[in-house]
């Protein structure tokens, strides 16, 4: 069972939650991990740059000068790689670097990033954290307060707008709904930070989940 430690918005310790590890994977699979970070990071990438090859600069295809009897060097036309202006030998392409991963395997991924942050006691919950207005000094105060100013993930459930606008100008700091967490969220950031009701809903999702395999 795993505990997890509960706060308020002035980092004092008011109590605990508990986890069974069994619902996250029971042990981390780094392999997973990593695949996911591969393919979060991959899909990414724009791979929107074009270079030209010899055949699509613009230049003459006339032999600059004749084979032999000059002195000089052979030379081909002006759009020879190994002139200025010239082609690419081996140019870059437009390419997709998307990859894909099922379902099943992103949310493990998910519960294994989490599982992860607890073991290294890098998950926190946060009671009572409630914005009227949006306050970028006051957040940033919170998370010093918790020891997250070095960089955190916040999950609440549900898109908290004022909490959005609080965090969004903190450096290393990013507010997401619990139902958007991924991996590369998580294992972006130092600390991962629930709200009660992130919390909550986070551990009836897990709960809830039919185990692969079973019907």
């Known amino acids: 069972m795993l505990d997890l430690a509960v706060y308020n918005e002035a980092g004092a310790n008011v109590g605990s939650e508990h986890l069974d590890q069994e619902l996250l994977g029971g042990k981390v699979n780094y392999a997973l991990l990593k695949q996911a970070i591969v393919m979060y990071e991959a899909n990414r990438r724009q791979g929107t740059v074009a270079q030209k090859t010899r055949a699509e600069v613009v230049g003459s295809t006339r032999k600059l000068f004749r084979q032999k009897g000059t002195g000089r060097a052979r030379m081909g036309n002006s759009r020879t790689p190994i002139r200025r202006g010239g082609g690419c030998a081996f140019p870059r392409k437009m390419r997709d670097f998307r990859q894909t991963m099922p379902k099943t395997m992103r949310r493990l991924a998910r519960d294994q990033a989490v599982l992860a942050k607890i073991e290294s006691q890098e998950a926190v919950i946060v009671e009572g954290l409630q914005f009227d207005a949006p306050k ?74 039919t185990p692969a395999g079973e019907s």
């Open 136 to 209: 970028t000094k006051r957040f940033a105060g919170f998370l010093k307060a918790v020891g997250a100013e070095r960089g955190c993930v916040l999950a609440t459930d549900g898109r908290d707008e004022n909490l959005y606008k609080s965090g969004r100008n903190v450096p290393r700091a990013e507010v997401v709904n619990v139902s958007d967490l991924n991996a590369y969220d998580i294992l972006s950031r130092r600390r991962l930070i629930f709200t009660r009701e992130a919390f909550n809903a986070f551990r009836n999702s897990v709960a809830h989940r």
